[in-house]
């Protein structure tokens, strides 16, 4: 719950505070229109309030609340887009309170949970995870978001924010990318092992973002290294190296581009974190790693 105050009040400012602490009562009026019971606050929010709980009719479920009206209109239309491929089902929502009604997955292990250990596992149940979630083929006409429009937060930032070179690089590898793509998808955006869960003998993603992209884009985002590895310095660059050619065979898709990406999704984490006035993390040290 700390890690969310501290998230929202520095994103939202007086609107975070009043947010927070009006939550009680948002929980409260949300647990009657729906019916709930026994609600279990999560102890890794992050962005928005999770809760576990019950239904009358004894169904598992997730409550989730959101501060920011537009994020969360984006999760729900990827939900609704998703319909349960892949992804935990959106039952209802309620606009009034920017919250969502969840299928809860049984039992809800990630797969991060199953990671550096069982590196193989953790990769193939990724790549499976992720093709069938882009099974569904893009209609020719749609109002999604596209991933350049993210990437403008890059071309937001100056030199100064990066040690020296970087910032050029990022610049030239992201106009490269998004000029050189070829089969745009609906992707989750945020698709990290935190973000896939076991619900009985599948693997269901959570968080959608929703945005559109390319393949490689979406599989940058996986944990290629563990923060316990970062100690690694000089073999971090070749661990990183194999473990990319290994799922791009696994996934079937170009090693060399989503090297690029995951080298661009560092900066525009790191650019994220930078205008929500958060710490940076070792999303710099990181790509720094990676290209030096």
């Known amino acids: 719950m700390n890690k969310l105050i501290e998230n929202v009040t520095n994103i939202f400012g007086e609107q975070g505070s009043e947010w927070i602490n009006n939550l009680p009562n ?10 709930l019971r026994q609600i279990l606050p999560v102890d890794n929010m992050t962005y928005n309030y999770v809760a576990k709980a019950i239904t009358s009719t004894n169904k598992p479920v997730v409550l989730k609340i959101s501060c920011d009206k537009k994020s969360s209109g984006e ?25 969502m009604l969840l299928d809860q997955a049984i039992p809800g292990t990630t797969l991060k949970s199953f990671y550096p250990a069982q590196i193989e596992y953790v990769m193939d149940c990724y790549a499976a995870t992720m093709n069938k979630l882009h099974s569904k083929r893009l209609p020719s006409q749609h109002h999604y978001r596209h991933i350049s429009d993210w990437l403008k937060a890059i071309d937001r930032l100056t030199a100064n924010h990066f040690p020296a070179g970087m910032f050029d ?12 793509m070829q089969q745009e998808l609906f992707l989750h955006g945020d698709l990290h092992h935190d973000n896939l869960i076991k619900n009985n003998d599948e693997w269901l993603t959570i968080d959608p973002k929703g945005i559109i992209g390319d393949a490689e884009f979406e599989i940058a985002a996986f944990d290629f290294i563990h923060p316990s590895e970062f100690h690694l310095q000089t073999g971090i660059k070749n661990l990183f190296a194999k473990r990319i050619d290994i799922l791009a065979e696994k996934s ?20 994220w974190s930078i205008e929500d006035n958060c710490e940076i993390g070792w999303d710099i040290e990181l790509a720094k790693s990676l290209v030096d």
């Open 26 to 35: 948002t929980v409260e009026a949300l647990a009657k229109h729906w019916q």
């Open 75 to 99: 999760e729900m239309q990827a939900l609704m887009y998703f319909d349960g491929n892949a992804s935990v089902r959106l039952l209802d929502h309620n606009e009034k309170y920017h919250a």
């Open 169 to 180: 690089h990022a610049i030239q590898i992201k106009n490269k990318l998004l000029s050189t």
């Open 252 to 271: 079937k898709l170009n090693a060399a581009r989503i090297k690029d990406w995951v080298f661009v999704r560092l900066i525009l984490s790191a650019a």
